[in-house]
């Protein structure tokens, strides 16, 4: 059994209360509206948008078991507002891990105050081969840089006030010429696009991005020049966790609907749930949730002990995702004719969570990086 300590079932039961009051009642709204901006500084207020950060920084101090409680328990709620918390930690632990002190205590505090941040990798052309991206910043005599290009699919952008941006600083030493760069959204030459017609997580923003000459200063690269591949993916290393956490917070919340639906809805002179037929989908969801949450409680542990969890990151990805997508889906089909009306959130549910096998990684992308795990072995 897996104990949380006193301070994280504390964590964990406030922020449940601030789902149910705050994050629930806006899902169904931000479906059809996009992000609620109202969010931002009652999620600061919760102490939330940098819970795991250190204190000296501003943050809450907690590990990751902590951030993962967070994104879990939003998840329940709200699995768009769960994925923003999502890519503005995965851009923002970025300049944590691998920032100057100077670059830390600029950056840092301005998480725990509201402002956001984005990660960009993804170019329309460059998703899942991470390393083909096109974006260059060439360096200029005096140290500063010159950004042009362009990203695709970036999860907060429009929303955001810093972009963590990959671009190629050789273009011809491969995965070795990628650096990584703190773009503010007040950039000159940083055009946002509008915002995508998605078919789920339609909560949270996600736009293109173009760069046309921004000027960088030395002091906006992160980590030296040429590690900005390695900085990505061990950053995405810790969002896969994060998407295990919005997987399992996602299937809870669908299940807890047609549960209540079940007991409601009667045929054939009983209430659904006593047929077997729906009764066993709930076994099949429950074991599914816990598989799940163990995963991400194993995974969190050997992040924050200091071993390499990029395979059991993307297990943790590939099962929950696809356990994500056969729960909602269950959920709908208890529904029966309800389930696909949008009245009755789960077809949202389902939505949401077919980006969960797309999004940081692909479950193709993941079975590559677990096969070749488990054969070199
Ligand atoms: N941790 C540390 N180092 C790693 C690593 C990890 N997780 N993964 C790879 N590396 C290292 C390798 O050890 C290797 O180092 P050496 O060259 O010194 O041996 C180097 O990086 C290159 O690795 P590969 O040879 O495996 O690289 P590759 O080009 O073949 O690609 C890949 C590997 C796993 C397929 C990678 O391209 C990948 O993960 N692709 C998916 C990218 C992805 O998840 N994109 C989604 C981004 S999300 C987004 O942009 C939207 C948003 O808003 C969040």
Redesign the pocket.
């Known amino acids: 059994m897996y104990k949380f300590t006193e301070e994280q079932l504390m964590i964990r039961d406030m922020v449940r209360e601030f789902t149910a009051n705050e994050i629930e009642p806006r899902d169904r709204a931000m479906d059809e509206n996009g992000f609620d901006w109202d969010l931002i500084p009652k999620l600061v207020d919760a102490g939330l948008m940098a819970i795991h950060m250190p204190e000296e920084y501003g943050g809450g101090g907690g590990d990751t078991i902590t951030s993962e409680i967070v994104i879990n328990e939003i998840a329940k709620g709200s699995a768009s507002i769960a994925l923003f918390l999502d ?1 503005h930690w ?1 851009a923002a632990d970025m300049i944590l891990l691998h920032g100057t002190e100077e670059q830390k205590k600029k950056y840092v505090p301005l998480c725990a105050e509201g402002k956001v941040f ?5 170019e329309s052309n460059a ?5 083909a991206i096109k974006s260059v910043a060439e360096k200029q005599p005096d140290g500063s840089y010159i950004l042009n290009g362009g990203k695709a ?4 952008s429009g929303i955001a006030d810093y972009y963590l941006i990959m671009a190629k600083t050789d273009p011809t030493a491969g ?2 010429g990628i650096s990584v760069f703190i773009v503010p959204k007040e950039a000159e030459g940083l055009t946002v696009g509008k915002f995508e017609k998605k078919m789920g997580m339609r909560g949270s923003g996600t736009c293109e991005l173009s760069f046309d000459n921004i000027k960088l200063p030395a002091d906006a690269l992160v980590g030296p020049e040429g590690r900005g ?2 900085i990505a ?2 950053a ?2 810790g ?1 896969r966790i994060s998407i295990g956490a919005i997987a399992s917070g996602l299937m809870q919340h669908a299940m807890d609907k047609a549960i209540k639906y079940a007991k409601e809805r009667v045929t054939f002179g009983k209430p659904i749930y006593k047929h077997q037929a729906v009764g066993f989908k709930f076994a099949d969801m429950a074991a599914k949730i816990r598989a799940t949450d163990l995963m991400i409680w194993d995974t969190c542990a050997m992040k924050d002990s200091g071993v ?1 969890f ?1 395979t059991e990151a993307a297990e943790l990805k590939l099962l929950a995702s696809r356990w994500a997508c056969e729960v909602c889906d269950d959920c709908i089909q208890i529904h029966g004719g309800n389930g696909y009306s949008r009245e009755f959130d789960v077809e949202r549910f389902y939505r949401d969570a077919k980006l969960l096998e797309i ?4 479950s193709e ?1 993941l079975r ?2 677990i096969s ?1 795990a488990v054969i070199g072995r």
């Open positions: 890519a995965l984005a990660f960009g990798l993804t998703g899942s081969d991470a390393a699919w970036i999860t907060n995965n070795k591949f390695m993916m061990q995405l290393d969002a390499r990029s999004g940081e990684g692909t992308i590559m990086v070749g």
